[in-house]
C-alpha cells in the first residue's frame, strides 16, 4: 500500500492502547484501511469496541499509540498541537451526538464559526452558511438560538457548521442518537442527499442497521480489529 497519496484518508497500522492502572487495555490492533474521495461510509460494531476512539484519531482529536494517519497526503500524526487546530478546522468537519453549538450565537453565526476562524471573508462565509441552511430546510429559522430550536433542528444547524470549510471529510458519532425516530430519518435523509449532490467524503459511526445499509460501504469493527470492510 501507499502512503495515502491516492485517497481522501490513509490509515496505517493503527494501534491505541489505554493504561488503567498498571494494566494495558488494547483499544486498537492493527487497523488499516483507505477512504476515496465522496465515499460514504458507516462504521459499525458493538458497543466498546474502539469505533468513537477510531473517528477521534481520524478527526486528530486525539493520536495513536502506534501507526500513521494521513489527509490529504499529509501525515497528520506528524504534526504539532497549533498545526493539528489548523488543518482541522481546514480540512476536517465534525458533527457530534450532542450538537456543541454555542448558546449565545444564532443558528447562523454558529454554523459561520469555523469559517471565521479560518479567517475567511467574512461575507462570503455568510453567504455560504445562508445557502447551507437553505438547502437543510432552515431558511426561517437562521436567527434562532439554539434554546429556541427543537433536537432535530440543532442537529442539521451542526450538520451545516461541519461543512462551512468545504471539509475534505467529515466524520460523525451517532449523530441521531438523540432524536426520535422521525427527526433521525429526517436529518439522515438531509445528511445523505447533501453528502451525494456535493460528493461530500462523509465517515459515520452508528449502530443503526437501516442507516448502515445506505452507505457506500460498511467497515465492521470487533475486539478492536477490522473484522469485515463491505463495499457496496
Known amino acids: 500500500m501507499d502512503s495515502g497519496k491516492n ?37 459499525i460494531g458493538p ?36 498545526e493539528l487546530a489548523s488543518f482541522r478546522n481546514k480540512k476536517i468537519g465534525f458533527i ?6 454555542l448558546p449565545e450565537f444564532t443558528a447562523l ?5 469555523p469559517g471565521i476562524i479560518g479567517k475567511n471573508n467574512r461575507e462570503e462565509i455568510k453567504d455560504r452558511a445562508e445557502r447551507l441552511l437553505r438547502e437543510i430546510g432552515l431558511c426561517e429559522r437562521m436567527e434562532h438560538k439554539p434554546s429556541e430550536l427543537s433536537g432535530g433542528e440543532l442537529q442539521r444547524v451542526a450538520f451545516a457548521r461541519a461543512l462551512i470549510n468545504n471539509p475534505s471529510i467529515v466524520l460523525a458519532d451517532e449523530p441521531t ?21 456535493k460528493k461530500q467524503t462523509f465517515l459515520l459511526v452508528t449502530h443503526n442497521e437501516k442507516l448502515s445499509e445506505k452507505a457506500d460501504r460498511i467497515i465492521e469493527l470487533f475486539d478492536g480489529k477490522i473484522k469485515g470492510d463491505i463495499k457496496k
Open 177 to 197: 442518537g438523540n432524536l426520535d425516530r422521525l427527526n433521525s430519518e429526517n436529518l439522515h435523509e438531509i445528511i445523505w442527499s447533501l453528502c451525494k449532490e
Open 7 to 43: 485517497y481522501v484518508v490513509s490509515v496505517r497500522d493503527i494501534y491505541k492502547n489505554y493504561f488503567i492502572g498498571k494494566n494495558e487495555l488494547e483499544v486498537l490492533k492493527r487497523i488499516t484501511f483507505d477512504v476515496k474521495r465522496g465515499e460514504i461510509i458507516c462504521i
Open 47 to 82: 458497543s466498546g469496541v474502539g469505533k468513537s476512539t477510531l473517528l477521534n484519531i481520524l478527526g486528530t482529536l486525539d493520536k495513536p499509540t502506534k501507526g500513521e494517519v494521513y489527509i490529504d497526503s499529509e501525515k497528520v500524526t506528524g504534526l504539532n498541537e497549533n
Open 96 to 101: 457530534f451526538q450532542f450538537h456543541h453549538l
Open 109 to 113: 453565526e454558529n454554523v459561520m464559526m
